[in-house]
């Protein structure tokens, strides 16, 4: 946004959970129109006078829990921040008049599509039908979302994307969890057959939907995100093995994941015919480029995956 927008003044409110890393904002903390406040988007009172401080334009909630995995280990924080954290920045923005919210959601709040298939998409007008405490929190969001645009006439808009992927991501997704097990020439645990299929999109082509969204899109609208980029997960894991010259004799198949959801895929059309967005970064560059990241940016994920997160990772291993 900064780059895209060098006259705008941003103001980064995280509460550096575990997911959360100061060391990703590094490169713009200097930047004279940027502002970075550790806070809880559930605290009303912080919220507020952050909100009557800085009279916002426009606010976009990317705040979230987001590990599957997680939820279904502990759902509560995920309904305090993922429900209750939106509906605290949506009454501020109420009561301040920001003149744009926006909504990060997921394509996971449609639930899933059957493997065999395939000619089948989620579209914005299919019903809610999440599947894990995550997804269910965040299609409780949505829906809370589209009840102050319509009661309290909140200008606010909605985006569910795709599985992300790419730099500086938290090493509990597939993809990182993948490029630093592998460096370390650990067993990369594949859940289930393998055969599960997510839709990748390169982050950055997430980013600017959501730009195009806040300044262009309809008051009210949701707006489906994702670039026609199904892969199972055992493709997904053989073309990083292959990229980073890893054997695939590291594919270790564990116990799957409850509740599994089966295929996601995104037909993107809308945001493709109304704001003309398409992805710009097809999957073999992206994934290249995210290992070249990860390869380059050891001093990034080292800390990481020697903090809480090995005592997540173990226990979950302990489990499966
Ligand atoms: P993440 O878990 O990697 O990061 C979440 C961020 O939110 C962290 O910086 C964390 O510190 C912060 N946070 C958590 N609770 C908070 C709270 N109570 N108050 C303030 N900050 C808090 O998540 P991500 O993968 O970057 O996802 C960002 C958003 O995009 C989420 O809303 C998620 O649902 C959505 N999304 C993610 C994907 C994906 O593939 N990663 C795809 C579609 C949508
Ligand atoms: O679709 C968008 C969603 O994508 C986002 O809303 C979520 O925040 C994000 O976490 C992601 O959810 P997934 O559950 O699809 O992502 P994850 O990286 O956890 O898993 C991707 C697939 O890989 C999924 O089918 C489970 C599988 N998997 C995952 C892990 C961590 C494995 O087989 N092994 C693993 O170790």
Redo the contacts with the bound molecule.
């Keep these: 946004m900064l780059k895209n927008h060098p006259n705008y003044k941003i103001v980064c409110l995280d509460l550096l959970t575990y997911a959360g890393n100061l060391e990703t904002l590094e490169s713009i903390m200097d930047n004279p129109n940027f502002k970075f406040v550790k806070g809880d988007i559930t605290d009303r009172e912080l919220v507020f006078e952050l909100f009557e401080k800085e009279k916002f334009d426009a606010v976009v909630n990317f705040a979230?829990e987001?590990?599957?995995?997680r939820s279904i280990e502990n759902p509560e924080i995920f309904l305090k921040t993922n429900i209750l954290g939106t509906q605290v920045l949506m009454d501020a923005c109420r009561a301040f008049d920001t003149k744009r919210f926006h909504q990060v959601?997921?394509?996971?709040v449609y639930g899933d599509l059957p493997l065999e298939r395939l000619d089948l998409f989620f579209t914005e007008d299919m019903p809610i039908k999440a599947s894990?405490p995550?997804?269910a929190s965040?299609a409780a969001a949505d829906l809370l979302v589209l009840a102050y645009c319509r009661t309290y006439n909140l200008p606010a808009t909605i985006s569910r994307?795709?599985?992300?992927y790419g730099p500086y991501q938290f090493p509990?997704?597939?993809?990182p969890?993948?490029i630093l097990r592998a460096l370390d020439n650990k067993t990369?645990?594949?859940?289930?057959t393998?055969e599960?299929?997510?839709?990748w999109l390169y982050v950055e082509d997430h980013c600017r939907a959501i730009d195009l969204i806040l300044h262009d899109g309809t008051i009210g609208e949701v707006y489906n995100i994702g670039g026609h980029n199904e892969k199972t997960?055992l493709e997904?894991?053989k073309t990083i093995l292959k990229e980073l010259k890893k054997p695939e004799s590291l594919i270790t198949f564990?116990k799957d994941?409850a509740g599994?959801?089966l295929r996601?895929a995104i037909d993107p059309s809308k945001i493709h015919k109304e704001l003309g967005w398409l992805p710009t970064t097809n999957f073999d560059d992206g994934i290249k480029r995210t290992v070249q990241w990860y390869l380059a940016n050891k001093n990034w994920w080292e800390k990481i995956i020697n903090g809480e997160y090995r005592n997540y990772y173990e226990r979950?291993y302990a489990e499966k």
Excluded: F, Q, W
């Design positions: 979230a987001s590990h599957v995995d959601s997921t394509d996971e894990s995550y997804s965040k994307c795709s599985n992300n509990e997704k597939l993809i969890l993948v990369i645990p594949v859940y289930g393998g599960n299929v997510r839709d997960n997904v894991v564990v994941r599994h959801d996601y979950m």
